[in-house]
């Protein structure tokens, strides 16, 4: 599980990239999956790597070096970003990286008040975590607000549109690629999806990002990812529709190896970055840091 590609960070991904064709048997999901439903044998040591999210790095920095390892890769779209809305984690971070402010106490809907000081760039980093940590606690409508708001709590203006060190894919740059890489679907902004109140607006989120690929790519979307994709992100609800929306398989981010007869929308993944040293990055891969 991939979501960011630095620039800076290229040939670090390439010598991960070498490490993955040397040592395992890289499929695609869709084999794997189709394997799997089946029961047929699934080759040793077999990986599958997948990308959240839809950030134009991954078109810019590691579609290539994918490519040129023959290592075939899912990217799961969140379609609201690629319409041009904003991560609401990303506008937490750029909120934070432009205020003036030095100290802020912040308003929580739960009535409670957290206070930050912001005197550095370690601090502000900080304090984003916990923002988003805090947010991902709350009833969707009531996160919705509650970022929507911080821009102007903190005195800053949000762009209309994501700038570059933010951008996402456009559709015509995944429909230029979808030939060499399969797009799933990630919901449309991004939600805690167990804490969504209504069914509808959980079928809205759902099967709304895979009818918006569709449309696009006039192609069946078949694999969905849960955003943050813990366990108590995804109640029996979430799962409900998930299957109903037609979907062959979903991935969570719970660590964990899949084994024969693993649930196809409980699928485990195994959190990597080009950032990652060397041998943790070997050590997490092989399931030995979970």
């Known amino acids: 599980m991939y979501h960011r590609f630095p620039q800076g960070l290229r040939g670090e991904l390439e010598w991960q990239c070498s490490q993955i064709v040397r040592s395992y048997h890289p499929l695609s999901l869709k084999e794997a999956g189709q394997r799997m439903r089946a029961g047929e044998p ?32 899912t990217v799961f ?36 008040t957290i206070s930050f000081v912001l005197e550095s ?13 805090v947010a991902k606690r709350l009833p969707d409508g009531e996160r919705r607000r509650w970022i929507e708001d911080l821009p102007a709590a903190l005195g800053v203006e949000l762009p209309a549109s994501p700038p570059r060190a933010y951008a996402a894919l456009s559709w015509d740059e995944v429909r230029q690629i979808s030939e060499h890489v399969d797009f799933g679907a990630h919901t449309k902004t991004h939600p805690i999806l167990s804490r969504v109140e209504s069914t509808e607006c959980l079928r809205e989120e759902i099967l709304g990002s895979k009818r918006r690929i569709e449309q696009e790519l006039q192609n069946t979307t078949k694999h969905f990812c849960y955003p943050n994709g813990l366990r108590g992100d995804i109640d029996e609800r979430v799962l409900q529709v998930t299957r109903e929306a037609g979907f062959e398989a979903a991935v969570m981010a719970e660590p964990g190896l899949n084994l024969p007869g693993t649930n196809l929308y409980q699928l485990r993944r195994i959190g990597v970055d080009p950032s990652h040293s060397r041998d943790p990055f070997l050590e997490t891969v092989a399931g030995l840091r979970l």
């Not at 997948?50 to 890769?73: H, K, M, N």
């Not at 991560?87 to 809907?109: A, E, F, N």
């Not at 760039?121 to 940590?133: D, F, H, L, P, T």
Request: aromatic share 12%; proline share 7%; charged share 20%.
């Open 77 to 112: 779209l969140t379609t609201g970003f690629l319409d041009g809305a904003w991560m609401w984690g990303d506008s937490v971070l750029y909120s934070l990286d432009h205020t003036r402010c030095q100290k802020i106490d912040l308003p929580v809907p739960s009535g409670n």
């Open 121 to 133: 760039q370690e601090q502000r980093n900080s304090a984003a975590v916990r923002i988003k940590a």
């Open 42 to 73: 699934i080759p040793p040591n077999a990986v599958v790597v997948t990308i959240d999210d839809g950030y134009r790095d991954f078109l810019e920095v590691a579609y290539p070096i994918f490519r040129s390892f023959q290592i075939p890769v």
